[in-house]
Every structure is written in structure tokens, then in C-alpha cells.
């Protein structure tokens, strides 16, 4: 038996009404707030792709490396920058048509996928403040290696299931 898609509380889509109606009413309000979810991901997770594609290079070259930490230490406040952009008009989206992001699969797999994503960047954080204090190098690279995979795979799996919402919304 297939379970029932869960409903939006009546209170929290009537809470945000207004926002929506004014969202529908307007194209410009709509592609601004797209846009800046679309420009916010696309900085932030350029930036990371392009981080991430580093670090896997850095991993096979130790002459690299010392350069690539310090570079992957200047990076964090950026892509996270973005994030918070993208996380904004995530939930200027996601309020302007709750019935339908609400109860939707792809919308809380894509939410489950950034929490995910955001704790393998903790995990990046982590690999990289353990070889600034000396840690083993073999076994910092190979986590800053992993991480770096994984990264990459959920910038574009998110990408993925954000195009497949709105699909699906």
C-alpha cells in the first residue's frame, strides 16, 4: 500500500498567503527569486566543483598540497555565502507554493541531500584543520580525497532533484 502524501498545515499555508499571492502576481518577484536561487547555487557550487577538482589534483601531487589548504581555507566563507543565499530564496520558493513542495518526495530528498552535503563540507573542514595541525598525510589527503567525491556528487545530485521539483511540483 502506497502511504498517503502528508498535506501542508491549513495554518502555515494561510500564514504565507499573502507571500504567495504576491509571488504568483508577479513575473518579476518570481524571476528575481528564481534567479537568485539559481545564481546563488551556481556560485557557490562552481566554486565548490572547481574546489573539489582541486583537491583530487592536490592529492595526487604533494607539491601542491601545502598551497591547496591554504586555498581551501579561503574558500569556506564564499561557498557558504552562497548557501545562505540559496537557502534564502530556497525558502522564499517553498513558501510561495507550499501545498505542493509540502508534500512532495523529491522536494525532502533534495532537502535531505544538502544536509548531507553540508555535513561532508564539516567533514572537509575537519580533514583540512587536521592537516594545518600536523595530522598524518596519508590519512588527511585520503579524507580530504573522499570528501572531495563525495562533494561533487552531491552538488550535482542536488542539481539534479532541484530540475526534477520542478517537474514534479
Known sequence: MIAPI???????????????????????????????HIA????AGGFA???????????????RRKQH?????????????????SATTGLLLFTADIESYFGSWVFWTKMGLIVFMLLNGYGIMRAEKFLKNGGNEAEGWSQLKRTAIASLVFWFAIAFMGVALVNAA
Open 6 to 36: 502528508p498535506q501542508a498545515p491549513a495554518g502555515l499555508v494561510s500564514l504565507f498567503e499573502p507571500w504567495a499571492s504576491l509571488y504568483s502576481d508577479s513575473k518579476l518577484i518570481a524571476t528575481l527569486v528564481l534567479f537568485g
Open 49 to 63: 566543483v572547481a574546489l573539489d577538482r582541486a583537491t583530487l589534483r592536490a592529492a595526487a601531487s604533494p607539491e
Open 40 to 43: 546563488a547555487l551556481l556560485f
Open 69 to 85: 589548504l591554504e586555498d581551501l581555507a579561503g574558500s569556506h566563507r564564499i561557498i557558504v555565502s552562497g548557501l545562505v543565499v
